[in-house]
């Protein structure tokens, strides 16, 4: 029995011990990211059976756990996610507050409104060619303003998306981490006896690093029933299992241009990346916000250049043409309005006509009312347009190698174009005044730039070929599309100014917004690991408490081998 007591107190020392090792690595941890805290689980050794008597057999350590809560682990998780893409959102947006920060005040709405306030004023005094100086000095800051616009965003958007290559970087490694983790933990507890061989820490870090990779990119960890674990997106597409990870790389072009993400080594597109994390925030900045805007900001170019114009180009003044060349170049055996026509209004040319008033050299209409040039849609082509101009006597049409049509009067004499109802003026940029077909090409012409007198306020009589002197018919028409509904660009109908309007308050509501979220998502974060830290975190007044504990458990353990040591040798006096 004797014996029995020092086999008992040992397996005391051991478990005490044992205890005070697992406070000893918790208190070294105190300040280790993601460690979670452990506890070793004393039960009651197997008890011996003696006769009609049952004695206990003393005390081992069952296992060592971690304290953790799944449910805050997995919200953590989730929140981790919305929080890197909110975040990842709102810093790309604050990136081009300089592009919007003065939309109303100094920018675009306001070089627009001094667009139209210029043509007003020329309206008022259209024989004024300090006016027409002044149309042009609006019209060059307007197209400034919008060109800038559409630059600094698409520079942001090309950074944003080499910011992706980085991302990539980051989630395999990520990957890796987790794959190599997993095989280290498979191999630790492969031997595991009872639960005492846990891999603790490297589940720690496991957990750790999808913390990190979910702040990446939004996934989920599955653990199947025979100990697997897998990594996978909200989708299903499987990254990790167990020691093996796969990786992700570019893939194909999307919309855009851009390259979609793809599982290395095949054309899988991963599927859910835009559902949360650094990755999604700046996917979906990348096609859809930034993109969002490029294709507003184009759409008032393309609204702003093809109405203005549809207007200038019907329009003339006192001083006619000798010559003109259209602005866009086109395959010239095809229809005008054909889709692989490269002009950026091409669609547009519809089945109509336009006329020529030629002019002598006393600047008498030869033919009072000009002559019509049939348009046909889906059958006229430029060279077939420069063929019927050419029957106009005192005209001589020509089309070059680019397809560019050009117009020229006979010696001594003019001409002066009118009543397009085809459309084929304007989207072939003929007497325009406006080139390009979006915001990056979008320019004042060449004509304009080199003579404000090119700019014309009036309307030629469609009975005597005559423009009355003082007519601001054509500037008005261009002022009034300040506030008229358009839709050139076969989006929903609305006028520059509410277009405009439009985009800075979408740009606000964006802003705000991600910022609300980024704000609320990292308040969340903080409650959660506040939650986490108070089942998992280290307490050193609750360890210290512990290791007393524990301590004492051991001196008395040790005092009863002392005494039981006595007995022995009280015995052993006896027998000698």
Do not use: C
């Not at 043509?119 to 019209?139: E, T």
């Not at 009872?194 to 989920?220: E, K, M, S, T, Y």
């Not at 008498?364 to 060279?383: E, L, R, S, Y």
């Amino acid at each position: 029995m004797i014996f029995d007591s020092l086999n008992i107190a040992a397996s005391s020392l051991k478990a005490q011990q044992k205890s005070m090792d697992v406070v000893s690595h918790n208190i070294s941890n105190v300040n280790t990211p993601g460690y979670s805290r452990q506890s070793a689980n004393l039960v009651t050794a197997t008890p011996e059976k003696i006769g009609a008597t049952t004695l206990g057999r003393g005390v081992n350590v069952n296992s060592v756990q971690r304290k953790i809560d799944p449910i805050i682990n997995q919200a953590q998780l989730n929140n981790g996610t919305q929080l890197s893409y909110w975040t990842t959102m709102n810093t790309g947006l604050n990136a081009v507050e300089n592009v919007f920060g003065s939309l109303q005040s100094t920018g675009l709405a306001s070089s627009l409104d001094d667009f139209f306030l210029s043509w007003k004023q020329l309206a008022n005094n259209p024989q004024d060619n300090g006016q027409r100086v002044n149309v042009r000095a609006k019209s060059n800051a307007l197209v400034s303003n919008i060109t800038n616009m559409h630059t600094q965003l698409v520079g942001v958007q090309a950074t944003t998306d080499s910011n992706i290559d980085q991302s990539i970087a980051n989630i395999n490694q990520a990957l890796t981490n987790i794959a190599s983790l997993t095989s280290q933990i498979r191999r630790q507890e492969s031997t595991s006896q009872g639960g005492i061989n846990l891999a603790n820490d490297q589940r720690d870090q496991r957990d750790q690093a999808v913390r990190d990779l979910a702040a990446l990119l939004p996934v989920q960890s599955v653990t199947t029933g025979d100990g697997s674990f897998m990594i996978q997106t909200l989708n299903g597409d499987l990254l990790t299992q167990d020691g093996v990870a796969r990786q992700l790389a570019r893939g194909g072009a999307v919309a855009g241009g851009f390259s979609s993400i793809v599982i290395a080594g095949t054309s899988t597109p991963v599927l859910g990346t835009t559902q949360g994390g650094e990755i999604g925030g700046l996917l979906d900045l990348r096609d859809n916000q930034l993109g969002n805007y490029i294709t507003q900001i184009d759409s008032i170019a393309a609204n702003l250049i093809f109405s203005v114009n549809q207007i200038h180009a019907n329009s003339s003044n006192a001083v006619k043409h000798t010559a003109l060349s259209s602005g866009q170049s086109s395959q010239a055996i095809i229809a005008l309005d054909d889709a692989s026509q490269t002009a950026p209004f091409a669609a547009k040319v519809q089945t109509g006509s336009f006329n020529i008033h030629v002019f002598d050299a006393a600047g008498a209409p030869v033919v009072p009312g000009g002559i019509a040039i049939p348009i046909t849609a889906g059958a006229t082509t430029m060279n077939q347009v420069a063929t019927t101009l050419n029957a106009v006597a005192g005209i001589n049409a020509t089309v070059d190698a680019d397809g560019r049509l050009s117009i020229n009067a006979a010696a001594g004499q003019s001409f002066a174009l009118s009543d397009d109802t085809s459309n084929f003026l304007a989207a072939y940029e003929i007497n325009n005044f406006f080139t390009g077909g979006d915001g990056a090409s979008l320019s004042v012409s060449a004509a304009i730039q080199a003579n404000a007198s090119a700019i014309n306020t009036g309307r030629i009589d469609p009975t005597t070929s005559i423009v009355q002197s003082g007519d601001n018919s054509s500037a008005l028409a261009i002022l009034a599309l300040q506030d008229t509904p358009l839709s050139v660009d076969a989006t929903t109908s609305s006028s520059l100014h509410n277009r405009t309007t439009a985009l800075s308050v979408q740009y606000g509501s964006d802003v705000t917004i991600s910022k609300q979220q980024k704000e609320y998502r990292t308040v969340e974060a903080s409650s959660l690991e506040s939650q986490r830290l108070a089942i998992s975190g280290v307490n050193i007044d609750e360890e210290l408490i512990s290791m007393i504990k524990f301590q004492r458990a051991y001196e008395a353990s040790a005092k009863i081998i002392t005494t039981t040591n006595q007995m022995l040798d009280s015995l052993l006096g006896l027998i000698r």
